[in-house]
Nanobody, 113 residues
């Protein structure tokens, strides 16, 4: 079955950087669009970024210019490079295989001011 294992979260000061990774298995990774979503306490889960099988990317306005999604099909892994982090980026970040959606277990990112 589909498995998505996220890692790389943690505590960072505002202005810092983190890189999230998501290792995928149980499906043909190279032909599946992938995405990162996040959910802050008391808020709905929201889209952060997506990447198609051909590498086309899409970002939420709130992270454009700061975050970069990428994929390594040889490693069945999708990444989210997060730079210039802000306290409002604090959330649980979820990796997802898209259409149909399958969710990873989430990794906590906390940005202190």
């Amino acid at each position: 079955q589909v498995q998505l294992v996220g890692s790389g979260g943690g505590l960072v000061q505002a202005g810092g950087s983190l890189r999230l990774s998501c290792a995928a298995s149980g499906f043909i990774f190279s032909i599946r669009a992938m995405g990162w979503y996040r959910q802050a306490p008391g808020k709905q889960r929201e889209l952060v970024a997506t990447i198609t099988s051909s590498g086309k990317t899409n970002y939420a306005d709130s992270v454009k210019g700061r975050f970069a999604i990428s994929r390594d099909n040889a490693r069945n892994t999708v990444y989210l490079q997060m730079n210039s982090l802000k306290p409002e980026d604090t959330a649980v970040y979820y990796c997802a295989a898209l259409t149909p959606v399958a969710w990873g277990q989430g990794t906590q990112v906390t940005v202190s001011s």
